[in-house]
Every structure is written in C-alpha cells, then in structure tokens.
C-alpha cells in the first residue's frame, strides 16, 4: 500500500515561512520524482515544484526564489521550505508521485497567509 502523509502547513503572516514535510511508504522513495501541487480556493490544483531521483528541481515561476524543494532518501520523505510568503500562496498543499503508471496523492495540507 502506498501512502503519502503530508503535514506542516498552518496560519502565517505574510513575509513568513513555512516548511511542508510529505512522508511516504510503500515506493522505493530514492528512485521515485515527487512532486508539490496546490490548489487555491475556487482554482484547479497546479504544480509548484518536482525533485527528481537525482535531485534536479523545477519550480512554478511565481514561486522561484522563494520555494525549495528536497528530499531525504533515508527518511522517504521529501519537503517543501516556503519563505516570504504572500497572500497568493494561500491554498491547500499536496504531495504527489507516480508509482508504477498509479498517481498518488497526499491528503493535503492547508496553508494561509494573513497580511
């Protein structure tokens, strides 16, 4: 069974920072591309950042500078460090790879930016 739990998210004030973590089981993590979705209210979920196997890293645009991914081989966990924080980065935060042609997602994790 493949899980993805995914945590840190909470109420910060913009200029803030914010580290999201998504543990996973049942995938052979070192070999799997994860990636960081999220999805704004009344909006279609859309990619934020990917990290390959060999730690090369893609970023969305409005996020670059601000956002790192990583990941942690030994932990099968990957992460998400957000810094300067604005108000449109307010959404609810997933977790994703696929393994095995099967998408999986993490449950999510709400993120809210106040001014």
């Known amino acids: 069974q493949v899980y993805l739990v995914d945590s840190g998210g909470g109420l910060v004030q913009a200029g803030g920072s914010l580290r999201l973590s998504c543990r996973t089981s049942g995938i052979n993590f070192k070999i799997a591309r994860m990636g960081w979705y999220r999805q704004a209210p009344g909006k279609q979920r859309v990619l934020v950042a990917t990290i390959a196997n060999d730690g090369t890293t893609n970023y969305t645009d409005s996020v670059k500078g601000r956002f790192t991914i990583s990941r942690d081989n030994a932990r099968n966990t990957v992460y998400l460090q957000m810094n300067s924080l604005i108000l449109e980065d307010t959404a609810d935060y997933y977790c994703?790879?696929?393994?095995?042609?099967?998408?999986?997602w993490g449950r999510g994790t709400q993120v809210t930016v106040s001014s």
């Open positions: 994703q790879t696929t393994w095995k042609s099967i998408t999986y």
